[in-house]
């Protein structure tokens, strides 16, 4: 159990952590001065390269799509067999 000076000690940290924070004004002069000097560089890629990319990305959606239609086929083939399985059961 703690003592009766413990939540005094706790609100004199939080009051000295106050007053070292940053204002809106200085967190916003901050921004403003990163967002300014940031620059991105992309990498210099020749138009062969790119074009080899982007089949590559092609490919890779058209595998992703296929193995897609072929999981939600399987799962509706084996809902609707077992939808009519039980549909001969309940009326024989």
Do not use: C, W
Not at 44 to 64: C, F, G, M, T, Y
Not at 72 to 87: D, K, P, S
């Amino acid at each position: 159990m703690g003592y009766a000076g413990q939540p005094m000690k706790v609100i004199k940290a939080n009051r000295a952590l106050l007053k070292k924070g940053n204002t809106f004004k200085k967190v916003k002069e901050m921004f403003l001065d990163s967002a300014k000097t940031t620059e991105v560089e992309f990498k210099k890629v020749s138009p062969q390269k790119l074009a080899q990319i982007k089949n590559e990305i092609r490919r890779k959606a058209k595998e992703d799509a296929l193995k897609e239609i072929i999981i939600y086929g399987g799962l509706a083939v084996i809902l609707l067999g077992t939808a009519i399985y039980f549909l001969f059961k309940l009326f024989n």
